[in-house]
C-alpha cells in the first residue's frame, strides 16, 4: 500500500511539477522575508496599518458583537466586509490571533497558483510543463503574492475570486446557448461574492453584464445583476440602520466620482481620464499594450472565443478602475502596490495562452517569423521592465515596511495601552492601535467615525469642527501627522512631542505629532512621555518639552 501511495505521488510530481515549484518558491520568500524581518526587530507584524482596522473590527464582532473599529459604536470601516466576516468568524473559535491574516494569505495564494495552473491545463491549446512553470513563476513575483501576504489584508483573496469570475464568465458566454450547470452556478455565486470582497468587483460584474446584454443572453444579465446586488444592498440597509452610509467609509473616502458637467468633462471621463492615470502606472500600462496587441493578431477566431473575452474583460476593468478608483505610480510607497494587485494578476491570467499561441501556434516556420519574433520579444522586453520592478519593490520593501510600523504603530498602541486606555483620543491611524488598546477613537481620516466623513465630504472638516468635536467627545490627547494635519490643528491645542522614525516606505509621515488636546492634559501627558520614553526603539528620534 505504502509502494503504491509513494508511486501515486511520484507520478503525480512528475507531471505537475510546475505547481509545487511554484508554491515551493513563493514559501521560500515568506520564510525569507519573515526570518529577516524577525531578527532586526524581534516582533512580527504587518506591512501596513490598514489589516489591523479589519482585525481589531473582527475582535469587537467576535467578542462583543460590534462592528466598528471600537467595542463603543458601529463604523463602516471595512473596505472588505467578506474579509472582515471571515477574520471575525474565526476569531470566534480562536480569539484574536495576528497570524491569522497571514495564514490566510498564504493559502489563498497556494489556491490562486492551483487554480491558474488547473485552468491552464483544462483547455486548449495545452501548455507545456516548462511554460506552465515560467507562467506560475511570474505571478509569484510579478503579482508579488509574497508582498501581499505581508500586507495582511484581502486581495489575495480578492485575485482568486478575480480570476475564476473571469475564467467562469468567459465560458458562459462563449457556448452558444445558454444553459443552467455548475459552470452557471459557479459564476452566480463568485458574482454575488466579489464585489464584498472589495467594492471594485462591482467593475468586473458591470462589463460582464453589458457582454451579456450585448449577447443578447437577458436572463442571464438579469441573474448577474440580482446576484451581484443582493448582499450589497442586505449591508447597505444593515449600515444605514446603524447611522452610516450606504457604502463603507473608506470607498467613499478614496473613490472617484466624476463630475459631468462640461463637455472637457464628458471627454475626460470617455479617455483621457483612464489615458492620464494608466500612464502613472507602467506596470498596468504595460499589460494594456499586450492586451490591445493580442487581442488585434487573434481577432479572426471570433469574438465569443473565450481567450478574447477574457482580453476584453480585462481592458474593461482596468480602465474603469482607471476611472474610479486608485491607480498606483511605481514611485510610490509600498503600501500602495496592493490596489491595482488583482488587475496586474488578472492581466497575466488572461495574456499567458496568447503570447503562448502568437510564440509557438502560429503555423508557419519560425524563418518566415523570425523579424516578428524579435521585434516582439523586443517590445515585451521593454514591457516587463516596469512589471518586474514593481514586483522587486514590493517583496524587497516588506521588511522595512513591517519595521516602520513596530517603531510608529505598534509604539503609539504601546503607549495609549499604559497611559490611556478606555479614553477618547483623536488618531489619524486607527488600525494597529484600535486593535491592542480599548480607547474611543475620533478618526481625522474619517474610517472611524461616520460624522468626521460627512464633515470632510461637506467641506467643513476644518479647525473649529476638529475643535468642537473633541470636546463633545471629551478628548485628552492627539497623535496626528503634522504633515497632513498641521494647517488643522485648533489653536488650542499642545504640542508636547514629536516621534520621528528613519527610512520611512509605509507610514503617512515619519513624524508622529503628540498634543495635549485639553490645556489640563498637558503636564501629565509630560509626565507620561518622559516615562515611557526609554521603551521607545532606539532608531525613534524624540523630541518635545518632556525631553531632557
Known amino acids: 500500500m505504502t509502494r503504491e501511495k509513494n508511486a501515486t505521488l511520484f507520478y503525480f510530481a512528475k507531471k505537475h511539477w510546475p505547481l509545487p515549484v511554484a508554491i515551493v518558491s513563493f514559501l521560500f520568500v515568506i520564510a525569507i ?24 473590527m473582527a ?12 467595542r463603543y459604536e458601529f463604523s463602516s470601516s471595512s473596505s472588505s466586509p467578506v474579509w472582515t466576516l471571515l477574520l471575525s468568524m474565526i476569531y470566534m473559535i480562536t480569539g484574536p490571533n495576528d497570524l491569522i491574516p497571514l495564514i490566510l494569505n498564504i493559502i489563498f495564494a497556494i489556491l490562486l497558483l492551483i487554480a491558474i495552473y488547473w485552468i491552464y491545463s483544462s483547455y486548449k491549446p495545452v501548455l507545456p510543463s516548462y511554460y506552465k512553470c515560467f507562467a506560475l513563476l511570474l505571478f509569484v ?21 478575480t480570476i475564476l469570475f473571469v475564467y467562469c464568465a468567459a465560458r458562459e458566454l462563449s457556448r452558444e446557448n445558454h444553459h443552467i450547470d455548475r459552470n452557471t452556478i459557479a459564476f452566480l455565486a463568485l458574482a454575488a461574492f466579489i464585489v464584498l470582497i472589495r467594492y471594485e468587483g462591482i467593475f468586473l460584474v458591470f462589463i460582464v453584464f453589458l457582454l451579456a446584454m450585448l449577447r443578447r443572453r437577458w436572463l442571464l444579465s438579469l441573474e448577474l445583476a440580482a446576484a451581484a446586488s443582493i448582499l450589497p444592498a442586505v449591508f447597505g440597509i444593515i449600515s444605514i440602520a446603524n447611522g452610516s452610509l450606504w457604502l463603507p467609509n473608506s470607498v467613499l473616502n478614496k473613490g472617484n466620482i466624476p463630475i459631468l458637467d462640461s463637455f472637457h468633462s464628458i471627454i475626460s471621463f470617455l479617455g483621457y481620464t483612464t489615458y492620464q492615470k494608466l500612464l502613472l502606472d507602467p506596470a498596468l500600462a504595460s499589460l494594456i499594450v499586450v492586451a490591445l496587441l493580442l487581442f488585434r493578431i487573434d ?5 465569443w472565443d473565450m481567450g ?5 474583460m480585462f481592458i474593461g476593468v482596468t480602465c474603469l478602475h482607471a476611472v474610479f478608483a486608485t491607480v498606483e505610480n511605481i514611485s510610490f510607497h509600498f503600501y500602495l502596490f496592493r490596489y491595482v494587485s488583482y488587475l496586474v494578476a488578472l492581466g497575466l491570467f488572461v495574456l499567458v495562452t496568447p503570447v503562448y499561441e502568437f510564440f509557438f501556434n502560429m503555423g508557419r516556420s519560425i524563418r518566415d517569423l523570425m523579424p516578428t519574433y524579435i521585434a516582439v520579444s523586443l517590445i515585451a522586453l521593454i514591457l516587463i521592465i516596469p512589471l518586474a520592478q514593481r514586483g522587486y519593490n514590493a517583496i524587497a520593501q516588506a521588511e522595512r515596511a513591517m519595521t516602520n510600523i513596530y517603531e510608529q504603530q505598534y509604539q503609539l498602541a504601546l503607549f495609549l495601552q499604559r497611559y490611556y486606555q478606555g479614553t477618547p483620543v483623536v488618531l489619524n491611524d486607527i488600525g494597529l492601535i484600535n486593535y491592542h488598546t480599548d480607547i474611543k477613537c475620533l478618526d481625522m481620516m474619517g474610517l472611524g467615525n461616520v460624522e468626521v466623513l460627512k464633515a470632510m465630504k461637506d467641506k467643513n472638516w476644518n479647525k473649529n469642527t476638529i475643535a468642537q468635536m473633541s470636546m463633545n467627545k471629551g478628548v485628552k490627547v492627539a497623535l496626528i501627522y503634522d504633515s497632513v494635519f498641521g494647517n488643522s490643528v485648533p489653536l488650542e491645542w499642545n504640542r508636547v512631542g514629536q516621534w520621528k522614525i528613519s527610512n520611512n516606505v509605509v507610514c503617512g509621515s515619519e513624524t508622529v505629532s503628540i498634543y495635549a488636546v485639553d490645556p489640563s492634559e498637558t503636564n501629565r501627558l509630560i509626565d507620561n512621555l518622559s516615562d515611557f520614553q526609554n521603551q521607545l526603539p532606539k532608531t525613534v528620534e524624540q523630541s518635545g518639552s518632556y525631553v531632557p
Open 299 to 303: 481577432k479572426r477566431k471570433g469574438f
Open 141 to 161: 513575483f510579478l503579482t508579488s503574492l509574497p508582498g501581499l501576504a505581508f500586507v495582511g489584508l484581502e486581495h489575495t483573496l480578492h485575485a482568486l475570486v
Open 59 to 70: 475582535k469587537n464582532m467576535s467578542e462583543n458583537g460590534i462592528w466598528g473599529v471600537t
Open 33 to 56: 522575508v519573515l526570518f529577516s524581518a524577525y531578527r532586526r526587530i524581534h516582533y512580527f507584524g504587518y506591512a501596513l496599518d490598514d489589516p489591523y482596522i479589519h482585525m481589531a
Open 308 to 312: 478574447q473575452l477574457m482580453i476584453v
